[in-house]
DNA sequence: ATTGACCTTAGAGTCAACTCTAAGCTTATA
DNA sequence: TATAAGCTTAGAGTTGACTCTAAGGTCAAT
């Protein structure tokens, strides 16, 4: 049985974190000491763990939340579901590397077309560029 | 002259963002009439389809900021702290490229392992990988 | 017994860039 | 003249994922 902090250090997350993931509902400590410390057993490990591992990958919390309610009783839930779940994450992955591109390759353009030197702005090509406002635009939303 | 409406109309922002801009100092309408509506001359128009452009490329409000600054007075700003802005984007947009990259391949490696059928999730791969945690992060900031 | 490290909670604050609301003028059209 | 469309402001709300604070209780070691 952990406590927090040392389920934070086996994790790589933080007791804040930890019980602000609790409040959502991904964690829990399925044991609390008298004082109400939390105690987290094997299983509850496992659980911070995966969620930690689903983090890391880049999948949002309410998608962890998704997987984790699968994670509890696999036979009532089928792998469609969690490649569904994959592949949007996947899809949302591909559109913003296609607008990052996009604004790398723009950035790119700009770089090469300035001196770069410590003479004045008046002639930069880069300001001009943004003057003309010929650039395509890169960015959808936030 | 120009009303909010149609600055709007022309750059692609609404009207709140237009506000939303002059509250923080990049955009502004040189005129008012008697009631207090905004008036925009030329040089206003210019100034925010520049906001606008440069907006499209992906600088944030604060590197836009930095930006006009240098377009008002030119002559008392160089080249090198045009490319300095436009580098440190590129350095960010790269940074976050690397990190779209490896969840893509993440995700792909995910996905490929999985049947992605109709049968339950009890030796779903996906599950398997997301709990042994042998995969490689791939986020660091959110 | 006292220090200091650790734990608890509810709730507020942070970031970026909007987005919207309410309450009340103004202006153009029918 | 009445109605609707458009403008004004201050300020609150949104999103996602934390991050921190305050005020206080607990525990291990000296």
Redesign the pocket.
Known sequence: ML????L?AKTGL????I???EKHGLIS?SE???????YYNEADIRRAEFVKTA?NIGF???DISQLLSIRVDKTSHSCQEVTDITQHKLDEVNAKLEELRSMQNTLQILLKSCCGGPENATHCSIMEALEAGDLKKTRS??
């Open positions: 406590k927090i902090s040392e934070a933080t007791a804040h974190t019980r602000f993931y400590a609390r000491s008298e004082a109400g410390y939390r983090r949002s919390l309410e939303a936030a």
